[in-house]
Each structure stands twice: as structure tokens, then as C-alpha cells.
């Protein structure tokens, strides 16, 4: 097991023994469902509250993770992001607090366990919530071919898509431009 992937399977370990709820997305999770690529940090979408967020944020800190007490409190209260870094191989770990808009919430309720890795399993977002949620960080980043390329893998890989659901709320999130885009080679 990698640095990276040890250190993923400590998080989502003391993740669970807190209690607090939380799916895997970003680029590991567009990875999972499409091609493959390296990245610099996982992104966890976190769903704690005040207690289990504290119970955990402690287990981090113990586990030799660097990692802000008042910052997470902070991003709890805004829904915003803090992070926790590895303070052995120095990668670091972005933890997003759900959103409180309705895809955040749907996005949540779809997410799925699967063995991410031998002997490691996690809750990840769905391949569709992935395809939307890179849509939105294209759009965010102008257009971000990285973001656009991660999406083509997973059509690439999964043709059992539900392209119905991509489609209302790509329109509904505002990249249904960006979608029909992604999906013309």
C-alpha cells in the first residue's frame, strides 16, 4: 500500500469510528468510475455534526495528522472545506462539508460502497454525481480540460450511465452546456 493510500484508508477508518458520514469524490472518484489519473489530495464530502466532527478532528490529530480544530469547527458552521494533512507523508486530505442545496443532499443520499482498494472499502459518490460534480468544477475553472477529461473517462468506461438523471441536473446546476460538450468526441 502507497503512502497516499494508507494514509485514505486511516481517514475513512477514523471517519467511521466517528461516526461521520462521508463519501469519496473528486479525482479518486472519477478515477474509481473512469480513467485513471494521479492526484496531489483526496476530496472527502463529510456530512458530521458539532460532536462527532470534534470526536474525529481529535482522532486525526492523534493519528499524527496536522489538522486545525478551529478551522473545521469554522467550515462546519459555513459548509465550507478545511483539511488534514499526514504529518508522515505530508499528503493531504481536502474534508468538504455537505452543501445544504438539494443536488448536495441527492448527491449524499446515491453514494455507494465499494472496495476502492484491496481490502479497502469506502462510500464514494456515484459515477453520475462524479460527472456532475466535474461539470461544475470545469465551469468554475473556465472550462477546465482536466475537469472535462475526467468526465469523457467515465463515459469512456461506464456506458450504463443514467444519462436522464445527468441531464436534469446538469441543467439545473447550469452545465448542461458543458455536458452535451463532454459528451460530443
Given at each position: 500500500?502507497?503512502?497516499?493510500?494508507?494514509?485514505?484508508?486511516?481517514?475513512?477508518?477514523?471517519?467511521?469510528?466517528?461516526?461521520?458520514?462521508?463519501?469519496?469524490?473528486?479525482?479518486?472518484?472519477?478515477?474509481?468510475?473512469?480513467?485513471?489519473?494521479?492526484?496531489?489530495?483526496?476530496?472527502?464530502?463529510?456530512?458530521?455534526?458539532?460532536?462527532?466532527?470534534?470526536?474525529?478532528?481529535?482522532?486525526?490529530?492523534?493519528?499524527?495528522?496536522?489538522?486545525?480544530?478551529?478551522?473545521?469547527?469554522?467550515?462546519?458552521?459555513?459548509?465550507?472545506?478545511?483539511?488534514?494533512?499526514?504529518?508522515?507523508?505530508?499528503?493531504k486530505?481536502?474534508?468538504?462539508?455537505?452543501?445544504?442545496r438539494?443536488?448536495?443532499?441527492?448527491?449524499?443520499?446515491?453514494?455507494?460502497?465499494?472496495?476502492?482498494?484491496?481490502?479497502?472499502?469506502?462510500?464514494?459518490?456515484?459515477?453520475?454525481?462524479?460527472?456532475?460534480?466535474?461539470?461544475?468544477?470545469?465551469?468554475?475553472?473556465?472550462?477546465?480540460?482536466?475537469?472535462?477529461?475526467?468526465?469523457?473517462?467515465?463515459?469512456?468506461?461506464?456506458p450504463?450511465?443514467d444519462?436522464?438523471?445527468?441531464?436534469?441536473?446538469?441543467?439545473?446546476?447550469?452545465?448542461?452546456?458543458?455536458?452535451?460538450?463532454?459528451?460530443?468526441?
Amino acid at each position: 500500500m502507497s503512502p497516499e493510500e494508507r494514509c485514505l484508508a486511516q481517514v475513512a477508518q477514523l471517519l467511521e469510528a466517528a461516526g461521520v458520514p462521508y463519501m469519496i469524490a473528486g479525482s479518486l472518484a472519477s478515477s474509481h468510475h473512469g480513467r485513471p489519473r494521479s492526484t496531489d489530495d483526496a476530496d472527502i464530502v463529510i456530512e458530521p455534526t458539532p460532536e462527532t466532527l470534534g470526536r474525529f478532528v481529535a482522532a486525526l490529530a492523534q493519528a499524527g495528522f496536522y489538522v486545525d480544530p478551529e478551522r473545521a469547527q469554522e467550515a462546519l458552521r459555513r459548509r465550507h472545506q478545511f483539511n488534514a494533512i499526514d504529518g508522515e507523508s505530508a499528503y493531504k486530505v481536502d474534508l468538504i462539508v455537505r452543501k445544504g442545496r438539494a443536488f448536495s443532499a441527492t448527491e449524499f443520499e446515491r453514494r455507494r460502497r465499494v472496495e476502492l482498494l484491496p481490502g479497502l472499502s469506502v462510500t464514494i459518490a456515484s459515477a453520475e454525481d462524479t460527472v456532475l460534480a466535474k461539470l461544475e468544477w470545469a465551469q468554475k475553472a473556465g472550462g477546465s480540460e482536466k475537469q472535462l477529461a475526467d468526465v469523457r473517462g467515465i463515459l469512456e468506461v461506464r456506458p450504463d450511465l443514467d444519462l436522464a438523471y445527468i441531464e436534469r441536473w446538469a441543467a439545473e446546476l447550469g452545465v448542461l452546456e458543458l455536458w452535451q460538450r463532454s459528451r460530443v468526441r
